[in-house]
């Protein structure tokens, strides 16, 4: 089945270390993002990419860092720069165009220790 | 800068009555939009887009949309809710400056109670 895979679905940091959050699609879309979601605020957006070796910063930007050296994978670093990393995060694909949907995948919490 | 506006943070319905969120949006041309479900934990699940033609719109699990113009909104509605509905639920738009990038409202958290 095509989807997106986000992987852990949990995840435990202790304050100062970087961690990387993995997030997978086989549904051959050209762009990809991160949103981070945190109670009451919606969903806003980290990093998004719209093609492979290229990606653009989203609203937070601040203490993240992505990269997409291929079409299926768009992993998100949580650097010990960002100061209150405790949140859900969604990863999210697309065709890229204004008339189509995101496909999300199932989430990674994390949590500072 | 374009914006969707969810005004209702939480709403409870009874079982089997009928519901409507509601999503204001601030475009210049007619928009796409979209609503999303996601349950707890869980991530989001398209459940229905409007892009253009009729203004009502028809999605998965019973639930339509309607696309006003004339008022920048476009509420959901269902006729008769079900208890396995109680979910947050969030209207979205493209924006325009960046095709792919979507924004979101703040959501509507709905509780259904037996």
């Known amino acids: 089945d095509g989807g997106i895979t986000q992987s852990p679905k949990y995840l435990f940091r202790k304050e100062g270390q970087n961690v990387t959050l993995s997030c997978e699609q086989n549904?051959?879309?050209?762009?990809m993002y991160w949103y981070r979601q945190d109670p009451g605020q919606g969903l806003r957006l980290i990093y998004y990419s719209q093609i492979v070796n290229d990606f653009q910063k989203g609203d937070i930007a601040e203490g993240y860092s992505v990269s997409r050296e291929k079409k299926e994978s768009f992993p998100l670093t949580v650097t010990s720069a960002q100061k209150n990393p405790t949140a859900f995060y969604l990863c999210a694909s697309s065709l890229g165009q204004l008339n189509t949907e995101a496909f999300f995948g199932q989430g990674t919490r994390l949590t500072v220790v | 800068a374009q914006s969707v506006t969810q005004p209702d943070i939480h709403i409870t319905v009874s079982e089997g009555a009928s519901l409507e969120l509601r999503c204001n949006y601030s475009?210049?041309?007619?928009?796409?939009l979209f609503w999303y479900v996601q349950s707890p934990g869980q991530g989001l699940q398209l459940l229905l887009k409007y892009f253009s033609g009729d203004t009502l719109v028809q999605g998965i699990k019973g639930f339509e949309a309607e696309f006003k113009r004339s008022q920048s909104s476009f509420n959901l509605r269902k006729p008769s809710v079900h208890w396995s509905d109680a979910a947050e639920y969030f209207c979205?738009?493209?924006?325009?400056?960046?095709?792919?990038?979507?924004?979101f409202g703040t959501g509507t958290r709905l509780q259904v109670t037996l």
């Open positions: 475009y210049g041309a007619t928009p796409y």
């Open positions: 549904l051959n879309h050209d762009a």
């Open positions: 979205a738009a493209p924006d325009t400056g960046t095709a792919s990038k979507l924004t």
